[in-house]
Each structure stands twice: as C-alpha cells, then as structure tokens.
Nanobody, 120 residues
C-alpha cells in the first residue's frame, strides 16, 4: 500500500494551498483518512481526519482555516488550506486506516510527507 501526497510548496502568508493524497495498492477498504503535520523540533499533530461517511475532526489550532474532503471512489483525501500563517510551516503527512486485501488485516498507513512553507 502506498500513500502519495502532492500539492505542498511555498506560499506567502495569507495564501492558500491544496494538498492531495492518493492511496493505492493492496487495499480492501479504507476507513478514516487524514492529515498530520510536524514542524521542526515539534511533535507530530493532527490537522484533520475524515471517515468514509464524511465525519470530520480538526486540530484545535485551525479555527476554520482548513477543510478536509475525500473522494472514496478514488481513494483520495484532500486538504484545502486557506489564510496560511508562518506557523503552519511543517511537513504534512497523509494517513489512512485501511484493511490490506492480501492479509485482511487492519493497517495504519503513512505517506512520506510533503513540505509546506509559509513565509514572505
């Protein structure tokens, strides 16, 4: 199973970015998908998660600036990030809770991360 994230990069404060993450490989089903981030010297923290049914939860720091969405048919999760701040600078990791079709076992899968840099 692979999680391939894209959409990171550099943006000025106040700008927007949209991250995408596609899950592929030996997947039977996917439960929750989400995004976490880790800034230098800090612990990894939840950004947002979304279930198959569309229920969401967000990190408390977001204050409605970010929106998570997913396309179940495409095994893809998106993160729309608006009004970005320098403190949003971090590596953003995609995560999926899924069942591997080869083993029929639950797996907690992570992508390699995509860098988001917010600076002027």
């Amino acid at each position: 199973v692979q999680l391939q994230a894209s959409g990171g990069g550099w943006v000025q404060p106040g700008g927007s970015l949209r991250l995408s993450c596609v899950a592929s490989g030996s997947i039977f089903s996917i439960d929750a998908m989400g995004w976490y981030r880790q800034a230098p010297g800090k612990e990894r923290e939840l950004v947002a998660r979304i279930t198959t049914g569309g229920s969401t939860n967000y990190g408390v720091f977001l204050k409605d600036r970010f929106t998570i969405a997913r396309d179940n048919a495409k095994n893809t999760v998106y993160l729309q990030m608006n009004r970005l701040k320098p403190e949003d600078t971090a590596v953003y990791y995609c995560n999926a809770d899924l069942i591997n079709i080869e083993t029929m076992l639950y797996a907690d899968c992570w992508g390699k991360g995509t860098q988001v840099t917010v600076s002027s």
